[in-house]
């Protein structure tokens, strides 16, 4: 079945630490790659996305992203966070199934920033 | 500001009762998609439409219906509520399939 995964339901980081969010997918072929982000109250923005080509891509914000098909990974990074980026992140994979290309998304990961 | 508006923000209502969401997608968007967020089941797909026509269906209950209308706007119907309805009710839209989907800001539910 195809499912996406990550791993971390909570991460707290300082301010100014780099940061990694692990998201794993479990999909027949290369999906649609993409990294939303939502904040208290709010929709989900696309932070960025990967359909084909570099395999690490950059996105808004400073966040990049690297696709590494042999781990199903599609891991999310930023050199050095601002409290700014305390939010909710989630993970979707875009795939043709019998759902068109909906996405499916991960259960999130919220990020906590401190001083 | 995603382009993506939807309206009511808020929608307090009660079991049993039949609410409208509607949704409005980016200019020259032809793709709408639906989705629920709710704390125990996450972020799912419920239905897509593409130029007027159902294209994909999610994990949409028969009591949910939906439908797009000639100017692209769609609207997400729900009837005879129950408690577990309660959610934030997502609309997306994509210019075409596959495509980014930009997502609205989304109407909250609540089921009393």
């Known amino acids: 079945a195809q499912s996406v995964t990550q791993p971390d339901i909570h991460i707290t980081v300082s301010e100014g630490a780099s940061l990694e969010l692990r998201c794993n997918y479990s999909?027949?072929?290369?999906?649609?790659l993409f990294w939303y982000v939502q904040s208290p109250g709010q929709g989900l923005q696309l932070l960025l996305k990967y359909f084909s080509g570099d395999t690490l891509v950059q996105g808004i914000k400073g966040f990049e992203a690297e696709f590494k098909r042999s781990q199903s990974s599609f891991n999310l990074r930023k050199p050095s966070v601002h409290w700014s980026d305390a939010a909710e992140y989630f993970c979707a994979v875009g795939a043709n199934s019998n759902s068109g290309y909906a996405l499916n998304f991960g259960k999130g990961t919220s990020l906590l920033v401190t001083p | 500001d995603s382009g993506v508006t939807q309206t009511p923000k808020h929608l307090i209502t009660a079991t049993g009762q039949r609410v409208t969401l509607r949704c409005s997608p980016r200019?020259?968007?032809?793709?709408v998609y639906w989705y629920q967020q709710s704390l125990d089941q996450g972020l799912q797909f419920l239905i897509q439409y593409y130029n007027g026509e159902e294209r994909a269906k999610g994990n949409i209950l028969e009591r949910f219906s939906a439908q797009q209308f000639p100017d692209l706007h769609s609207e997400l119907n729900l009837s005879s509520l129950e408690l577990g309805d309660s959610a934030l009710y997502f609309c997306?839209?994509?210019?075409?399939?596959?495509?980014?989907?930009?997502f609205g800001p989304g109407t909250r539910l609540t089921v009393l």
């Open positions: 997306a839209s994509s210019v075409q399939n596959p495509d980014t989907q930009y």
């Open positions: 999909y027949g072929a290369t999906p649609y």
């Open positions: 200019s020259g968007d032809l793709s």
